[in-house]
């Protein structure tokens, strides 16, 4: 019974805190930061490897963009 109700203390304990058990960033606000705009910055770069990934990138062959053709 004592181990029942210390598991279940334990888990009300734990659930009501705010945030995750380990937390991610630093606690110092000028490191925070940092890691954040890191972290954005990760986010941000992943569209463009995904658009490489998948050849999104590369120019679009049917742009009405004139071409001369000749020498100038």
Do not use: K, N
């Amino acid at each position: 019974m004592r181990r029942i109700l210390f598991t279940l203390l334990l888990s009300a304990t734990l659930s009501s805190s705010v945030g995750c058990f380990l937390p991610i960033y630093s606690g110092d606000p000028a490191q925070r930061a940092q890691q954040l705009i890191f972290t954005s910055e990760d986010l941000r770069a992943f569209v463009d490897v995904w658009e490489r990934i998948w050849f999104r990138d590369m120019p679009d062959h049917m742009t009405p963009q004139r071409v001369h053709g000749g020498v100038i």
